[in-house]
């Protein structure tokens, strides 16, 4: 069984500064990571993707995540939020060969002015 | 995605009924998925096909069943609906590569 947990519902920043989003898995294999950004009334998009390599991944927008295999992390995160990042976020989880995501419950980021 | 579009946008219903979402994609991709979001859920895998003759189960299939017409098209179908499919439904597709593409969804609303 796999799944993915996102211990934060919501997460508030100021414009210009860090931005943090956290998850964490578990699965009985090797790991494909994944987020995804969901903007209001608009499907998924695709953010960027851990498979193998450097644990350091950049993806869009400016975006970022680190994979950390002892503690089963894969944290997002952005330098300098903009208001326009906010957004519901998705961490999300497949094996190897698998590829049915599992996904965490989403964490609202709110980025102020 | 422009490329995975899903009709209706919007529907309500009435409990009892049958309703049929459709999913259509110009990406040529043989990997289709529908899933459902809830508030605070995430979303859930309802059913995927891997080709037009592939069609497998996810995590919660009850009350739903789907057809797979063709490569582009992947519908699914609540047979009788019920207050608690109310959701925010999305189809995805997947290619060779590892992510998938979803569509911009349906929300749903049974009375």
């Known amino acids: 069984a796999q799944s993915v947990a996102q211990p934060e519902d919501q997460v508030n920043v100021a414009e210009g500064n860090p931005l943090t989003v956290k998850c964490t898995y578990s699965v009985s294999g090797n790991p494909y990571l994944f987020w995804y950004v969901q903007y209001p009334n608009r499907g998924l998009q695709f953010l960027l993707k851990?498979?193998?390599?450097?644990?350091l991944v950049k993806g869009s927008y400016g975006f970022e995540a680190e994979f950390n295999k002892s503690q089963t992390s894969f944290h997002l995160k952005k330098p300098s939020a903009l208001v326009s990042d906010s957004a519901l976020y998705f961490c999300a989880v497949s094996l190897l060969n698998d590829y049915k995501l599992s996904f965490g419950a989403g964490t609202t980021v709110t980025v102020r002015a | 995605d422009a490329d995975v579009t899903q009709t209706p946008r919007n529907r309500i219903t009435k409990t009892g009924k049958r309703i049929m979402l459709e999913c259509s994609q110009t990406?040529?991709?043989?990997?289709m998925y529908w899933y459902r979001q809830d508030p605070g859920l995430g979303l859930r895998l309802i059913y995927y096909s891997f080709d037009v003759k592939d069609i497998n189960k996810g995590e919660i299939s009850d009350g739903y069943s789907v057809s797979r017409q063709a490569q582009a098209k992947f519908s699914l179908s609540l047979e009788s609906a019920i207050p608690n499919q109310t959701a925010l439904y999305f189809c995805a597709t997947r290619g060779t590569g590892t992510e998938q593409y979803f569509g911009p969804g349906t929300r749903l609303t049974v009375t």
């Open positions: 990406k040529g991709h043989d990997r």
């Open positions: 851990y498979i193998t390599g450097d644990n």
